[in-house]
C-alpha cells in the first residue's frame, strides 16, 4: 500500500468532516493544534468547544512512526521493525441530551516486515435511545458496508456489541455500529477496496452526524435529562479509561495525552447505586443497552 | 493470624469513622448498604451525600472469601488457594475546593497455602496545596508510623509518591501520604504490631479529616475555585480508572462495582489543554504536584 497516498485521504477526510460539522453547527470553529511525536511523526487535532450543536469533542489526524513499541511487538510476537501509523479518530458530544454522542475511527498500521493492516469503526451513545433513529443509523452503516461486503455488517456490528461494552456494568455503551481491526489482505486490488471501505465510513460519519444534529437539537428537555446525560457521560468515562483498548494503549506508550484524552465529555457525574424510575425513559433507554439487538430489523 | 479478631476490629474502625465523621459534619448521615459476595463474604458499604462539608464519599468495610482470583494466582504465581480478605476503604469529596479530597485504606489477606499479609495507606488530594496544610498532614502520618517503626514512614512515603501518580499527565495525584502492601512477618508478635499499626491508621484517618473540615470548611471560594475543582476531580477520576492498581482489580474480577466506583467524586470536568495561569493559585498547585516533596521540612 503507499502509505503517502492513504495519509493524504485520511488528512483531506478531517477536512471534509470540519467543513460539515461546522456547517451544521453554524456557532462554533475547530481551533488546531498541530504537535510533533519525539520519536517521529505527529499529528493535526482539532477541537470543538462550546457551539451551537456540540459542547465539546475533536477531530484528531495523526500519522506517527518510529520503532515499533514493545508492547505492540510483544502481542504480536514479533522481531523488532519499525511502523508506520495514520488515522482519523473523532468524539463528539452535544448539549442537548437528545442528541447522541458519537465516535469513529478510521486507522492505517504497517510495518517494516511487511504486515499492515486497516482498522475502524463507527457507533453511537444515544443519552436516551430512540428506535428509530437507532434503526437509521444501522440502515446506513449497512448500507456503505454491503457496498463492499456482505458479511462485514454482521460481523463488525457484532464485533462493536462486543468492544463497546462497559463489563463492570453489564451495559454496552451505547446502541453500537461497527468496529473492526487488523483487516488486511494479500491480494493488492482487495487491499484497496479494505482501503476503500475504511473511507468510507470516514465520508458517512458527517452525513450520519449532520442527520441527528439537525433532527434532535431542537427536542425539548429539562433538568431530568440533562442529569441523565452527565450520569450517561460518566459511563462513557468509565468505558474509555477502563476498557478502551486504543486510550488504554495510548496512555500507556506514552502518546500524547491531550489528544487521546479528548473523548472526555466536558462534564460527568456520579451518583451512589443510582437506578432510574422504573417506566421511566431513562430506565427504557438502560434497558436497551444490551448486546445483539437487530436495530435494523427491530 | 486471628482472621475474625481482625475483621471485627476492621469494622469497628469503619464504625467509629463514620460517626466522628457525622460528628464533624453535621448535617449529613451515612446510608448502608449490606451486600453478599456471591461466592463468599460481602460487605458494609456507608455512603455520605450531600452533606454540609462533605459532597460525596464511602467509608466501606467489606470482608470477601472463597477461591483465590485466577488473576491474582497468577501473579502470585501459585497453586490453587482459597482466600480471605477483609478492608476499610474510604474517599471522600468536600464541597469547598478548600478542603481537600482524601483516601484511607486498611487491608488484610490471608490465603490457605500460609501466606498473609496487610496493606493501606492514606493519601491526600488537595485542590489547592496549601504547605502548612501538607506538612501537618505528613507529621501527623509520620508521627503514627514512628511508633512503630522509624523506617515505615520513609519507605511508605516514597511507595505513595510512586504509587499514587498519573504517569500520563506526568503528575502526582495530590500531596501523597503513606502507601504499604504485602506487610508480613513470620514472627508472630512482629505481625501483631503491623496489625496494630494497620489499625492506628484507621484510627488516625478520622483525626486528620476532622481537621481538614473544620479548619478549611469556611475558608472563601468562587467560581474560579470550582472550576478548578472540578478539573482535579477529573484527574482524580483519570488516576482510579486508568493506574489504580485496587480499582482495576475489582472491576476485572467482577468485584462490586458500586463499592468500587464509590471512589468517583460526584462530577468531574474535561477541557482541551487546560493550563492554569503563569503565578495563579492554580499553577503554583500544580508546581507542587511532583514527587519526592520533603513536606515536613519545607
Same mark, same amino acid.
Given at each position: 500500500?503507499?502509505?503517502?497516498?492513504?495519509?493524504?485521504?485520511?488528512?483531506?477526510?478531517?477536512? %471534509?468532516?470540519?467543513?460539515?460539522?461546522?456547517? !451544521?453547527?453554524?456557532?462554533?470553529?475547530?481551533?488546531?493544534?498541530?504537535?510533533?511525536? =519525539?520519536?517521529?511523526?505527529?499529528?493535526?487535532?482539532?477541537?470543538?468547544?462550546?457551539?451551537?450543536?456540540?459542547?465539546?469533542?475533536?477531530?484528531?489526524?495523526?500519522?506517527? !512512526?518510529?520503532?515499533?513499541?514493545?508492547?505492540?511487538?510483544?502481542?504480536?510476537?514479533?522481531?523488532?521493525?519499525?511502523?508506520?501509523?495514520?488515522?482519523?479518530?473523532?468524539?463528539?458530544?452535544?448539549?442537548?441530551?437528545?442528541?447522541?454522542?458519537? %465516535?469513529?475511527?478510521?486507522?492505517?498500521?504497517?510495518?517494516?516486515?511487511?504486515?499492515?493492516?486497516?482498522?475502524?469503526?463507527?457507533?453511537?451513545?444515544?443519552?436516551?435511545?430512540?428506535?428509530?433513529?437507532?434503526?437509521?443509523? %444501522?440502515?446506513?452503516?449497512?448500507?456503505?458496508?454491503?457496498?463492499?461486503?456482505?458479511?462485514?455488517?454482521?460481523?463488525?456490528?457484532?464485533?462493536?456489541?462486543?468492544?463497546?461494552?462497559?463489563?463492570?456494568?453489564?451495559?454496552?455503551?451505547?446502541?453500537?455500529?461497527?468496529?473492526?481491526?487488523?483487516?488486511?489482505?494479500?491480494?493488492?486490488?482487495?487491499?484497496?477496496?479494505?482501503?476503500?471501505?475504511?473511507?468510507?465510513?470516514?465520508?458517512?460519519?458527517?452525513?450520519?452526524?449532520? %442527520?441527528?444534529?439537525?433532527?434532535?437539537?431542537?427536542?425539548?428537555?429539562?433538568?431530568?435529562?440533562?442529569?441523565?446525560?452527565?450520569?450517561?457521560?460518566?459511563?462513557?468515562?468509565?468505558?474509555?479509561?477502563?476498557?478502551?483498548?486504543?486510550?488504554?494503549?495510548?496512555?500507556?506508550?506514552?502518546?500524547?495525552?491531550?489528544?487521546?484524552?479528548?473523548?472526555? =465529555?466536558?462534564?460527568?457525574?456520579?451518583?451512589?447505586?443510582?437506578?432510574?424510575?422504573?417506566?421511566?425513559?431513562?430506565?427504557?433507554?438502560?434497558?436497551?443497552?444490551?448486546?445483539?439487538?437487530?436495530?435494523?430489523?427491530?
Amino acid at each position: 500500500m503507499d502509505k503517502i497516498r492513504i495519509t493524504e485521504d485520511f488528512r483531506s477526510i478531517q477536512d %471534509h468532516i470540519c467543513l460539515e460539522l461546522e456547517k !451544521e453547527d453554524g456557532r462554533g470553529a475547530f481551533r488546531e493544534d498541530l504537535w510533533k511525536r =519525539p520519536e517521529g511523526g505527529g499529528g493535526r487535532t482539532r477541537i470543538f468547544e462550546n457551539g451551537r450543536v456540540i459542547e465539546k469533542g475533536g477531530v484528531a489526524f495523526s500519522a506517527v !512512526e518510529g520503532p515499533t513499541p514493545d508492547k505492540i511487538l510483544q502481542k504480536l510476537q514479533l522481531e523488532k521493525a519499525d511502523f508506520y501509523a495514520t488515522g482519523v479518530s473523532i468524539v463528539l458530544h452535544p448539549y442537548n441530551p437528545m442528541v447522541p454522542i458519537i %465516535h469513529m475511527n478510521i486507522r492505517y498500521f504497517e510495518m517494516s516486515n511487511g504486515i499492515n493492516w486497516f482498522g475502524g469503526g463507527i457507533d453511537l451513545t444515544p443519552h436516551y435511545v430512540d428506535k428509530e433513529d437507532a434503526s437509521y443509523f %444501522h440502515q446506513q452503516v449497512k448500507n456503505t458496508c454491503d457496498k463492499f461486503n456482505p458479511e462485514y455488517y454482521p460481523k463488525f456490528k457484532k464485533w462493536a456489541d462486543d468492544y463497546f461494552f462497559i463489563k463492570h456494568r453489564n451495559e454496552t455503551r451505547g446502541i453500537g455500529g461497527i468496529f473492526f481491526d487488523r483487516l488486511s489482505s494479500k491480494d493488492g486490488n482487495e487491499m484497496q477496496q479494505i482501503f476503500e471501505f475504511a473511507k468510507s465510513i470516514g465520508y458517512l460519519f458527517p452525513k450520519v452526524y449532520r %442527520h441527528f444534529m439537525n433532527k434532535n437539537h431542537n427536542l425539548p428537555y429539562g433538568e431530568i435529562e440533562k442529569e441523565w446525560q452527565s450520569l450517561r457521560r460518566g459511563r462513557y468515562v468509565e468505558f474509555n479509561l477502563v476498557w478502551d483498548a486504543g486510550t488504554k494503549f495510548g496512555l500507556d506508550t506514552n502518546g500524547r495525552t491531550e489528544s487521546i484524552l479528548m473523548s472526555m =465529555p466536558p462534564t460527568a457525574n456520579w451518583q451512589y447505586m443510582q437506578e432510574p424510575k422504573m417506566g421511566s425513559r431513562e430506565a427504557q433507554s438502560l434497558s436497551l443497552l444490551k448486546k445483539d439487538i437487530d436495530w435494523i430489523n427491530q
